[in-house]
């Protein structure tokens, strides 16, 4: 049988080495820092071409009229996921770490159709690292095979979390309760990349047990999902329920045992949905 998307996965890999260099020559000039939701979610002009660089490399390639297209910084198409063939991009995921010269930076290229995820593509392009899968052909870094971690005990684990870039004082006692609960469980410790993607991918090569987030993006995590799961991970809601790739919240762990002793400690706090739908408790 024809394997349709074999060319847009290699392509995609492709664009996504090509943008992570733009990333990396950017000078000083182009780090003009915006911000959007709040002063400390910060977007560069970087983060503006880059996205342009890649959107159209991707239109040229399979044009405009039967893919859409999802990006952190234009999102023309709305977060909604139908079944045409769906690009769901993070041009430079770690902003505010390219901002400061932070080296986790990286470009995160998934695609989905029939709203389904069929690959994920991750270049941590300080560390120049292409982590990539497709759905039922399993999970590689630079070409090499990468699997989860097999520990079992949450004693044993190291947990990545997040802070986000929501201020608000309710969230942030509940994010801080949350990491506080799981370090005291206790884990061997908390670490963050600042970067979703570059997260997912250490979870997916065994660097860490779990990261888990509320408050991230579907452009954050969907090429991520794909490389953990096809590294023989697990993606959940943070309630324990099945990933709801719009939810703007998830658990990504090597197994579920670990999964579901993190997800007794997250409080969780409401995010409104990418896709505009009301979110669930
Ligand atoms: O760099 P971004 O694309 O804005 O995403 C980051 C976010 O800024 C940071 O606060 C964390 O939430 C990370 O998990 C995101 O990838
Ligand atoms: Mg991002």
Request: hydrophobic share 40%; aromatic share 8%; with cysteine.
């Amino acid at each position: 049988m024809e394997d349709k998307w074999q060319e847009a996965y290699e392509f995609a890999v492709e664009v996504a080495r090509k943008a992570g260099a733009e990333i990396r020559k950017a000078g000083d000039s182009e780090i003009k820092v915006n911000t959007k939701s709040s002063s400390v979610d910060l977007v560069t002009q970087t983060d503006q071409r880059v996205e342009k660089i890649i959107f159209s490399a991707l239109k040229g390639k399979f044009g405009e009229g039967c893919h859409r297209f999802i990006g952190e910084e234009s999102t023309v198409d709305s977060c909604v996921l139908t079944d045409k063939p769906t690009w769901i991009i993070d041009p430079v995921d770690g902003t505010t770490n390219f901002v400061h010269g932070f080296p986790f930076v990286a470009v995160s290229i998934a695609f989905a159709v029939n709203k389904e995820l069929e690959f994920g593509v991750v270049y941590s392009c300080m560390e120049d690292k292409m982590y990539k899968a497709r759905r039922g052909q399993g999970a590689f870094c630079d070409d090499e095979p990468i699997y989860v971690s097999d520990v079992k005990e949450i004693k044993k684990s190291i947990i990545i979390s997040e802070h986000g870039t929501d201020r608000s004082p309710e969230k942030v006692k509940k994010i801080f309760s949350t990491m506080q609960k799981i370090l005291c469980i206790p884990v061997h410790g908390l670490r963050g990349s600042g970067t979703a993607a570059t997260n997912m991918c250490l979870v997916a090569c065994g660097a860490v047990e779990a990261f888990f987030e509320i408050g991230i993006h579907c452009w954050d995590i969907a090429a991520g999902a794909v490389i953990v799961r096809e590294a023989g991970g697990i993606i959940l809601d943070v309630n324990g329920g099945p990933f709801d790739l719009m939810s703007r919240r998830m658990v990504s762990a090597n197994n579920e045992i670990i999964a579901n002793r993190i997800i007794k400690e997250i409080e969780i706090f409401p995010s409104p949905r990418d896709d505009g739908k009301p979110q669930l408790e």
